[in-house]
């Protein structure tokens, strides 16, 4: 029969008396039966931890409880630091960032730096200069060059004396035990297991120094082996644990069996008891992480309970999937395969920051768009951010959205914001674009000013990379015309249109008076200067007024998609239009 624990509270639903016994396993698994055992697990503890002297009580007293405004939320990231920063960390640090200071809680960083293997040199600051160049700030945790807040240290490498005293504790309280099993002896095990169709691990028959007695401890640590310290489980798979899910909803978990690792060889925790320890005094209340840790979020709950502590809230965010462009499939991203998963990307193809972090709005909050929408112009952490309209079963990353939802962030930036972004970007990614783009800056910021600001903005750039082709005419060094004209235009139609416009040419013309001037052209050269009449009539004429004004765009932009022409040629000045214009007449 199934028995169900809250996962808060340890309390079991039903079946109190088992609760009992339940509650003095963790106690004090072992002490009720004699005195003896107690004793040993006192020397043991003293034994394996002859070097820590704090007591629990010791630890507790220098995290005091956080004092926070009533629904104030405590959140982190606890990212390691392998040199790589991929979507998924930026996705969840967003939910993080979000609860906390939407809550007027307190959002921090805290380094997972236990798995000396994988870390890399300058892993940290990769972290902390990646998280800051997205606009997320820390409100306590590492920095650069040490960390800020009180309840660190918050690298967990200089954590060590805290995981101990802890560990010593559950020794003490015959809820640890050390493990002297070699690779070959536990492979052997997992052969087995394999053979017999069981459940792999270290447990019930498998777990074989969980009894041992002290004797065989004693005469293993005199040889110097090695050992890990597990923890004594007293779950049972038969049993179900209740878990809420922030995001995946109500579910049951089957109680952990296995005597899990709680602290590695050398003397370093696991994942699984540094988040208890850290999350439990660090005053975290919502643990936000990726799904794959479900799997192991009955250990979690069973080292909150074995603590004493209240577990957090967890908010187990889906995986980032695409369509594969192969097979058209949903897959998870793959470092190997997709060079969007890394951070390092975005930068370097020229996506603006609130394009990214708007991109992942709309995949963590399904209503975020219809918000956009409504309030255009507004702050994105505006947004009531909730945990409750995020999708439990998996974020489709789309880049062509990524596109999409970038050239309306970018639209509704002003000239200057985008001068500065496209000028910080082309110094570092296309210095040649960057002396022309910067030259003169009144000019350029002009050019970027068209079209923007109004309710309907132009949306020409999804990346700061587009700048480039978006206004490459403008430079002479970049200017490449094509002179196509349009079927309907003669190249001895085209040099009258031009011969008839340099002289009139005025950039100070008001936008009315520069189309009469067009329209007179139109006229003069066959065309109707009035679209109507063109399409009333269209044999009377050689084509439609935009013919004309098309004529002329060409020869000034060299191509026939630019901007407003008359800001364009206004920006560009007379002597630069009279020689456009005279050097298409002459190619003509
Ligand atoms: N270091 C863990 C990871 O990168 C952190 C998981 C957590 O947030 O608890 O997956």
Same mark, same amino acid.
């Given at each position: ?77 606890? +990212?390691?630091?392998?040199? &790589?920063?991929?979507? %998924? *960390? ?6 993080? $960032?979000? =609860? ?125 082996? +090695?050992?890990?310290?597990? &923890?004594?489980?007293? %779950? *049972? ?6 878990? $809420?899910? =922030? ?342």
């Amino acid at each position: 029969m199934a028995v169900f624990l809250d996962d808060t509270t340890g309390q079991r639903a039903s079946e109190s008396a088992i609760y009992s016994i339940y509650i003095l396993c963790y106690n004090g698994a072992n002490n009720g039966e004699n005195g003896v055992k107690n004793m040993d697990n006192q020397k043991l503890a003293e034994l394996l931890f002859p070097n820590i002297t704090s007591t629990p009580e010791d630890i507790e007293a220098r995290y005091p409880r956080r004092e926070l405004s009533e629904g104030a939320k405590v959140t982190r990231i606890a +990212p390691s630091p392998t040199g &790589f920063m991929h979507l %998924g *960390n930026l996705y969840g640090a967003l939910v993080d $960032e979000r =609860l906390a200071h939407q809550s007027g809680g307190v959002f921090y960083l805290r380094i997972e730096d236990t798995d000396k293997k994988r870390e890399v040199e300058g892993g940290v600051k990769m972290i902390i200069d990646t998280f800051h160049s997205f606009g997320l700030s820390f409100d306590e945790g590492a920095t650069l060059d040490g960390e800020t807040g009180i309840y660190g240290p918050y690298r967990q490498s200089q954590r060590a004396e805290i995981y101990q005293t802890y560990v010593k504790s559950l020794v003490q309280r015959g809820l640890a035990y050390p493990c002297f099993c070699t690779e070959a002896e536990l492979e052997a095990a997992h052969k087995e297991q394999e053979q017999k169709k069981e459940n792999f691990g270290y447990y019930g028959p498998y777990a074989v120094w969980r009894d041992r007695p002290i004797e065989d401890i004693e005469a293993e640590l005199k040889k110097g082996s +090695p050992y890990v310290v597990r &923890f004594r489980s007293e %779950g *049972n798979i038969e049993n179900k644990v209740r878990h $809420e899910d =922030l995001v995946k909803g109500k579910m049951e978990v089957t109680e952990n069996d296995q005597d899990i690792v709680l602290l590695k060889s050398d003397g370093i925790p696991t994942y699984h008891f540094a988040h208890v320890v850290d999350d439990h005094l660090m005053g975290t209340s919502i643990v936000v992480r990726g799904e794959e840790w479900l799997a192991t979020l009955p250990v979690h709950l069973q080292l909150f309970r074995a603590m004493g502590w209240k577990a957090p809230k967890y908010a187990h965010t889906a995986q980032l999937m695409k369509l594969d462009p192969e097979t058209g499939g949903k897959r998870k991203l793959s470092k190997r395969k997709d060079p969007e998963l890394a951070l390092s990307y975005y930068y370097k193809e020229g996506y603006s920051v609130p394009a990214v972090m708007e991109y992942l709005m709309t995949l963590l909050n399904s209503n975020f768009e219809e918000w956009r929408r409504a309030n255009p112009d507004a702050p994105m952490n505006d947004f009531p951010f909730s945990t409750k309209k995020m999708s439990a079963s998996g974020a489709l990353f789309d880049i062509d959205k990524l596109n999409d939802v970038s050239k309306n962030v970018i639209s509704h930036m002003t000239a200057e914001a985008v001068y500065d972004a496209v000028t910080k970007w082309s110094a570092d990614n296309d210095p040649e674009f960057h002396a022309l783009f910067t030259r003169n800056p009144e000019i350029t910021k002009g050019y970027l000013a068209i079209g923007r600001g109004s309710k309907k903005p132009r949306k020409d750039l999804a990346l700061w990379s587009d700048t480039k082709p978006y206004m490459d005419f403008m430079f002479d060094e970049l200017f490449m015309p094509d002179y196509t004209m349009p079927e309907r235009v003669s190249s001895e139609d085209a040099k009258a249109i031009l011969a008839a416009f340099k002289p009139q040419f005025d950039e100070n013309d008001s936008p009315d008076c520069f189309f009469e001037k067009i329209k007179g052209i139109a006229e003069q050269t066959g065309f109707a200067s009035d679209t109507k009449a063109y399409k009333e009539h269209p044999e009377q004429y050689k084509g439609p007024v935009g013919d004309v004004s098309m004529v002329i765009r060409i020869a000034v932009a060299g191509r026939q998609n630019a901007p407003d022409l008359q800001s364009v040629m206004k920006l560009m000045g007379r002597e630069k239009v009279q020689a456009r214009l005279e050097r298409c007449m002459a190619a003509l």
